[in-house]
């Protein structure tokens, strides 16, 4: 078996169709008749894909470890089991109405990954590790990212383990009932952490690109806003004896996409939830309820976009309720794996470019406990978090050979300085 | 007892307690724990305050008959019984969360008038009658204005007894259960016909006014729209990427209020009902529903809105579909119906000025067969269809002094050329 050499493996190449197949094979567990896949965290489903890839794991030699929140790490030693892992992972629950790529996607490539170096008889020096995060999606418990959340300390396992789905079955119990409550254990160290998604966005498909080197997860500040005017008839109402809230809100959805716009490239604004009262034909709103969200690549500029947002809403002509209800901080990746991920890509000659994360993964809270960097890859009309979601074959082997360079860089990196301190 | 002459019955006035005192009885009748009414068209408490009615009515010597649409008319006879009636009335059916005065006051101060002419033993040379027109709400049964529109011919009888509420019972089935499935007549003819009415807007209490000389009623087209943009993840899409219909229903809603008000002083523009898809805080919106209602006192400046609306609509950057789903001609009410409205506020020396109706009422169908007027008293914040409505006794009585004069002015107009072919 070989120790690896960086110039030797550069030709190393993964098998993109065992890739799709094993893609296609996990998105049988919970398939729907739209060609989606609904395999909600911690169902039954769930507990199906999980023993698949657990049996695939172990399938390529690695010794898997599940634990307390249920999160699964499958582990390939490496020539020095001494040094934190280079691991690489994301998950497999999806939304109600989700695709066969989002997530699962990130799992298998890593184990495709392995399965090449297994082929080739290659050996790294730091161990490698796949890990699949429980309940990324949030759609049955929240809050979303939860695995990755607890392990990266965002917030405690007694926290994650207490919440509750709609029907009132606890985390705790849904982990006990497919039987994934592992041991509780502190997070181990990580060497460092790459993930693969499909982009969920547009960005690649418009600019015909292969490759989106992730620089970092813009931050978001989300917001609930009510605009409180005065429910009237529309016939006998004049116009300027009218109170419209929906008036209001009009120039505030305006105001939004403007705000965001003059905070380019990476500022976003949305208005996507409204809830009109009393919502009647015929009746003039007396009160509107809308959701803000921002997002952009750093605190200095979210808080000019906030500054604005709540500078319009001081000037209305009714009053605005403005409530911050969610942030999360900007997160950039660690440059040189970021750098990385470049290389990689232009070595194995795929059009790349820089690209940004503006929903949240996993590797965003890896990101706050070890160096981490994304890999993104295309899909179709930047679909995602539906049944239609799709991605090319070769877009999904070309991430996939970025992800085996970059591991392969990772794990045989000489250790710097204090690093398993 | 007296015939009518004028200048000798200048002086009658009704009795305002007395009237305040039928309003609240009357308004027993469903009353809600929060000072409102609930006495849907064609129920047992529709039946219970119809009763009410007709026990009053007899109660004043009036014949009372039913229609086959369920309309009661209360006849008090004339010193001339081959001459049309003069009429008043309105409705008793109310919206699930209504108020004591839409409707009731113009059916009671109908009965009121009778009251004061028998108290001062007047008697008219036209006969009198009021009328209580079934289902004028259309909260339970649609359409609208049900048994004025039967009695004017703006749909047939047929038609309307075939229509069903939520729970399938139609509305044959539902006059029959309370009894007043009256015999099939045809229409009969009316010399003349005055509603009484809250104002149901801010108008007169705005300019500090007691009587509104209604001139006629708005024209009303009613429009459902919809936007059909590309539903999209919330952070992973740039702005100049997106196809945000809720953006395009933005500048809708502010256009839709910019026509109006270019349509001054009679144009009306809302937009009341919004529905958002897949509204869900962080998907940039796929697709906005949303209807229009236009208003205005000519079909020329209605023509003038809908050209603007569609023109905005071709020019968007998204598709937008719009269908016209309801259209009422404007109707003006009979110029000298209205005078005499004018000159017998003027004459009792109430505060007054012209109004226009916006909303739809008995009284618009009535003109389609009748020379028809209006009166509107102040309603208390402009609000109406609501269980704060509320009113002031002397703005009531003051209305009703000015239905009593009118009443009494048309009953013994001298009858002109052809008027009883």
Same mark, same amino acid.
């Given at each position: 078996?070989?120790?690896?050499?960086?110039?030797? =493996?550069?030709?190393? #190449?993964?098998?993109?169709?065992?890739?799709?197949?094993?893609?296609?094979?996990? *998105?049988?567990?919970?398939?729907?008749?739209? @060609?989606?896949?609904?395999?909600?965290?911690?169902?039954?489903?769930?507990?199906?894909?999980?023993?698949?890839?657990?049996?695939?794991?172990?399938?390529?030699?690695?010794?898997?470890?599940? /634990?307390?929140?249920?999160?699964?790490?499958?582990?390939?030693? &490496?020539?020095?089991?001494?040094?934190p892992?280079?691991m690489?992972?994301? =998950?497999?629950?999806?939304?109600?109405?989700?695709? +066969?790529?989002?997530?699962?996607? @990130?799992?298998?490539?890593?184990?495709?990954?392995?399965?090449?170096?297994?082929?080739?008889?290659?050996?790294?020096?730091?161990?490698?590790?796949?890990?699949?995060?429980?309940?990324?999606?949030?759609?049955?418990?929240?809050?979303?990212?939860?695995?990755s959340g607890v392990f990266a300390g965002a917030?405690?396992?007694?926290?994650?383990?207490?919440?509750?789905?709609?029907?009132?079955?606890?985390?705790?119990?849904?982990? *006990?009932?497919?039987?994934?409550?592992?041991?509780?254990?502190a997070a181990h160290r990580v060497g460092a952490y790459?993930?693969?998604?499909?982009?969920?966005?547009?960005?690649?498909?418009?600019?015909? +690109?292969?490759?989106?080197?992730?620089?970092?997860?813009?931050?978001?500040?989300?917001?609930? $806003?009510?605009?409180?005017?005065?429910?009237?008839?529309?016939?006998?109402?004049?116009?300027?004896?009218?109170? /419209?809230?929906?008036?209001?809100?009009?120039?505030?959805? #305006?105001? $939004?996409? #403007?705000?965001?716009?003059?905070?380019?490239?990476?500022?976003?604004?949305?208005?996507?939830?409204? /809830?009109?009262?009393?919502?009647?034909?015929?009746?003039?709103? &007396?009160?509107?309820?809308?959701?803000?969200?921002?997002?952009?690549?750093?605190?200095?500029?979210?808080?000019?976009?906030?500054?604005?947002?709540?500078?319009?809403?001081?000037?209305?002509?009714?009053?605005?309720?403005?409530?911050?209800?969610?942030?999360?901080?900007?997160q950039?990746?660690d440059?040189?794996?970021?750098?990385?991920?470049?290389?990689?890509?232009? !070595?194995?000659?795929?059009?790349?470019?820089?690209?940004?994360?503006?929903?949240?993964? /996993?590797a965003v809270y890896l990101a706050r406990v070890a160096p981490a !960097?994304?890999?993104?890859?295309?899909? +179709?009309? &930047?679909?995602?978090?539906?049944?239609?979601?799709?991605?090319?074959?070769?877009?999904?082997?070309?991430?996939?050979?970025?992800?085996?360079?970059?591991?392969?860089?990772?794990?045989? !990196?000489?250790?710097?300085? @204090?690093?398993? !301190?």
């Amino acid at each position: 078996m070989q120790v690896l050499d960086l110039p030797a =493996h550069a030709g190393l #190449r993964v098998d993109g169709a065992r890739l799709w197949n094993s893609l296609m094979e996990l *998105a049988r567990i919970g398939a729907t008749h739209k @060609g989606g896949v609904c395999r909600l965290a911690l169902t039954e489903l769930d507990k199906k894909g999980r023993d698949l890839f657990v049996a695939w794991a172990k399938g390529v030699g690695c010794t898997v470890r599940i /634990d307390a929140i249920g999160n699964i790490f499958a582990r390939r030693a &490496g020539l020095r089991d001494d040094r934190p892992p280079v691991m690489t992972g994301s =998950h497999i629950d999806t939304q109600p109405t989700g695709g +066969k790529f989002d997530g699962n996607y @990130g799992v298998l490539a890593g184990l495709e990954v392995l399965r090449t170096l297994n082929d080739n008889d290659v050996r790294t020096v730091a161990p490698l590790e796949v890990a699949v995060w429980t309940n990324e999606e949030g759609s049955r418990f929240v809050p979303v990212m939860m695995g990755s959340g607890v392990f990266a300390g965002a917030f405690t396992l007694d926290y994650a383990l207490m919440q509750k789905d709609r029907e009132g079955i606890s985390v705790r119990d849904a982990l *006990a009932s497919i039987g994934y409550e592992g041991e509780h254990v502190a997070a181990h160290r990580v060497g460092a952490y790459f993930e693969a998604h499909i982009e969920q966005g547009p960005v690649l498909e418009a600019n015909d +690109k292969v490759i989106g080197v992730v620089q970092g997860a813009l931050g978001q500040r989300w917001y609930d $806003v009510t605009i409180e005017g005065m429910e009237a008839h529309a016939g006998p109402t004049p116009m300027e004896l009218r109170r /419209d809230a929906l008036l209001v809100a009009a120039d505030l959805i #305006r105001e $939004v996409n #403007r705000i965001a716009i003059s905070h380019a490239p990476h500022g976003r604004g949305t208005v996507g939830w409204v /809830d009109v009262h009393p919502n009647s034909r015929n009746v003039i709103p &007396g009160r509107v309820k809308l959701t803000v969200d921002f997002r952009a690549a750093d605190d200095a500029t979210l808080d000019e976009m906030d500054a604005a947002l709540r500078d319009m809403c001081a000037k209305s002509s009714l009053p605005v309720a403005v409530d911050e209800v969610v942030y999360f901080a900007p997160q950039p990746f660690d440059a040189s794996l970021v750098d990385s991920v470049r290389d990689s890509a232009n !070595a194995l000659a795929y059009t790349s470019m820089d690209a940004i994360s503006g929903a949240g993964h /996993d590797a965003v809270y890896l990101a706050r406990v070890a160096p981490a !960097a994304m890999i993104f890859v295309p899909c +179709k009309d &930047g679909i995602s978090h539906n049944e239609i979601e799709d991605a090319q074959a070769d877009h999904l082997e070309a991430g996939c050979n970025v992800l085996l360079q970059v591991m392969l860089r990772a794990a045989n !990196a000489p250790v710097q300085e @204090g690093a398993q !301190a």
